[in-house]
Structures are given as C-alpha cells and as structure tokens.
C-alpha cells in the first residue's frame, strides 16, 4: 500500500529553528510537496523536490532522498505566523498525489 | 483573479438529503479535484477530472458524483448524505504549460464545511 508519515505535532520556539520530517512508501514517484495549512484555510504551496538535495526558499528549505524515501521542511527564524499544519504529499506513478496527514506547528514566544 | 472559489463555504444536511457542491477557477487548468480533509486524515481524493466532459474515481468515490460541463466548473453531488460524509470538502485545479512544479502545484479553493445530522 501506499504510506506517508510524519510527526503528529511539534512544538518550536520563535527565533529557533525545526525540522520536520517526512516518510513515504508510494508505488511509483513523480515528485513530493509540502504545503502549509493555516487553520481553517486551504492548503498552499510551499516547496517542490524531485531531485535529491536541498531546495533552499528564503526561510524555508526542502530536503530529498529518494533512496531512503525520506524528505524534511526545515524552517528558520520561526515566526508566529508559522504556526500552521505542514502537509507532505507525494505524486505516484499516476500523477495523483498521495497525502501525509500533516504536522501540526505550534511555535511559542 | 479569483483563482479557485467554492460555494458554499458552509452547510447543515439531515441524513437522505441531497446537495451540490460548486467549484469554480478561473486559471484555465485542465486538472481539477475533489478531496475530503478528516481530523488526524491526510486529504483523501474523492473524484477528479483530467479536462472538460471527463471524470474518474480517487480514492473515497463511494456516496459522491461529480461532473464537469464547462473547463472551468466542476461539481460534486451527494445524493444521500449521510453522517460519515461530515467533513470539509476542498476544491483544487492543477495543469499548466512548463515543467517542474509549476505543471503540477495544485491550487485550493477555501472548503465547504459539511455537517451530517
């Protein structure tokens, strides 16, 4: 079957800096996204990575290994604003993108 | 540009009633998706369209309809709801020239909030 995993929640404190992880078992890949989900809004896009590497993004940065099947978001200088889900997805062999359920950022002063 | 919109934004059905969702965008995408977002749930994928007058089943496609008459409409029905079908409901549409993340970034509409009593 097909699998995305990643931390429930996590706690950081402004000015600091978080990684959040991300793991998958998917049948084919085209590529894996991270989107931010205020509460009660949609989802946005945040990062794309096919490749592996680091994709850097002002204060946000990606990271890709897809022989461990493994990607991070890492954020600095965190902000209040920040606090938000943060949703890994990744696109299958059929371009349909299959979602983790999301890591709920709560950043504190 | 509005890019997507959904109407409505919120709706109270009793079991057995029966509603349509709209959704609406105006970056002339040929993709276009239904999810449902669940508490503790990534989105699961509903029903999709690759382009105007086609459909296809995701994920969860049991309870729903959809159609696509126009690019730029596509409509989710529940014929019968039922209060397992309590959930928020997003709109997305993908699909433009180029390569890289801008051929696939999915853009959302804002959601319905749908209450099943």
């Known amino acids: 079957g097909q699998n995305i995993d990643q931390p429930t929640e996590m706690t950081a404190t402004e000015g600091a800096i978080v990684q959040i992880n991300c793991t998958y078992q998917?049948?084919?890949?085209?590529?894996l996204f991270w989107y931010q989900q205020h509460a009660g809004e949609a989802p946005t896009f945040l990062s794309y990575?096919?490749l592996d590497g680091l994709e850097e993004k002002g204060r946000f940065s990606s990271f890709l290994s897809r022989s461990k099947g493994y990607s991070y978001l890492l954020l600095k200088e965190l902000q209040m604003k920040d606090s938000a889900s943060y949703l890994c997805?990744?696109?299958?062999?059929?371009?349909?993108?299959?979602w983790g359920a999301g890591t709920k950022l709560i950043i504190k002063p | 540009n509005a890019g997507v919109t959904q109407t409505p934004k919120f709706r109270v059905l009793k079991t057995g009633q029966s509603m349509t969702l709209l959704c609406a965008q105006d970056?002339?995408?040929?993709?276009m998706y239904w999810y449902r977002q669940d508490p503790g749930m990534g989105l699961r994928l509903i029903h999709y369209?690759?382009?105007?007058?086609?459909?296809a089943k995701g994920e969860v496609p049991d309870g729903y309809n959809v159609s696509r008459l126009k690019k730029q409409n596509f409509l989710l029905g529940l014929e019968s709801a039922a209060p397992s079908q309590t959930s928020v409901y997003f709109c997305?549409?993908?699909?433009?020239?180029?390569?890289?993340?801008?051929?696939?970034?999915?853009?959302f509409g804002p959601g319905t909030r749908l209450t099943v009593t």
């Open positions: 997305a549409s993908s699909g433009t020239s180029g390569s890289g993340p801008a051929a696939y970034e999915q853009y």
């Open positions: 970056m002339n995408h040929e993709y």
């Open positions: 369209s690759v382009g105007e007058g086609t459909t």
């Open positions: 998917t049948s084919g890949f085209n590529g």
């Open positions: 990575n096919v």
């Open positions: 997805a990744v696109m299958d062999s059929n371009y349909q993108l299959i």
